[in-house]
């Protein structure tokens, strides 16, 4: 993309939004048989599928914590999920991805209970667009909800961006590649509410008023999606209940 062109133009978006409105999002909830939670998410032109096997036994055996339950955290991006395929296997970006996903989960779910176990979360990107790891970490969360696993509460996820000089929320590709920064965040929710954040990263530059308003554009969108993650949940089961 040439520097002349503009990702703002006439206060709209390239794709037509308002700074502060989310792109689509489509969540479906149980999607997997042979999983004992599942998630299929939709977030703009991202397609994300998530499955949470456990609490099970945690192999090999020696990484077994005698005190606590293991969490393992698998993104991965399939080679046709872009437009260049991508070669199979993780990456770096990929270990990275999942490191910091592993440790905002983490943090919320009672590993206390569940001595000896291990609890595996698996995220497949179908189709990439910008901000993957934030999509993949909303299905997640509805995943180990699905799978009944105990949380202190459950973590929403969405980036926001620096686009020609305005913050701007739930970045597409193109602002994500050629906005002067790109902040993904996730955030500790308990009774609909906003505890902490628990994932936070940069790539860019802010002024601290910027980052103030990255903050409070952040929690408006994940508020709008943990109602989205609610449904999808409340969905499944009032169905399943009904049959």
């Known amino acids: 993309m040439s520097e002349d062109i503009k990702l703002i133009v006439n206060g709209k978006r390239i794709d037509g939004r308002a700074f502060d409105e989310l792109r689509n999002i489509r969540i ?54 872009v437009e260049e395929r991508k070669r199979p ?51 997640a969360s509805v995943a180990l909800v699905d799978a009944g696993i105990p949380m202190r509460g459950i973590i929403t996820s969405v980036a926001v961006a620096k686009v020609d000089g305005h913050i701007v929320l739930d970045p597409v590709k193109e602002e994500d590649n050629f906005g002067e920064a790109d902040i993904p965040f996730a955030f500790f929710i308990r009774n609909g509410k906003i505890e902490s954040i628990a994932l936070l990263q940069m790539d860019g530059k802010l002024t601290k008023n910027e980052l103030i308003e990255a903050v409070k ?21 009032i169905v399943e209940d009904v049959e």
């Open 89 to 139: 296997g993780p990456d770096r970006r990929s270990v990275e991805i999942s490191k910091v996903s592993r440790e905002a989960l983490e943090s919320i779910i009672m590993t206390e209970l569940f001595p000896r176990s291990s609890i595996d979360i698996f995220v497949e990107v179908l189709q990439a667009d910008a901000g993957s790891r934030t999509a993949c970490l909303n299905a």
């Open 217 to 237: 554009l952040a929690k408006k969108g994940v508020m709008e999606i943990y109602k989205l993650q609610r449904e999808a949940i409340m969905k499944k089961y």
């Open 28 to 81: 479906e909830a149980g999607v997997l048989k042979n999983a004992d939670g599942s998630c299929y998410l939709e977030m703009g032109r991202n397609k994300i599928m998530a499955a949470v096997y456990g609490p099970r036994k945690v192999q090999p055996r020696h990484l077994a914590d005698p005190v606590k339950a293991i969490v393992r955290y698998r993104y991965n991006m399939a080679p046709f999920s």
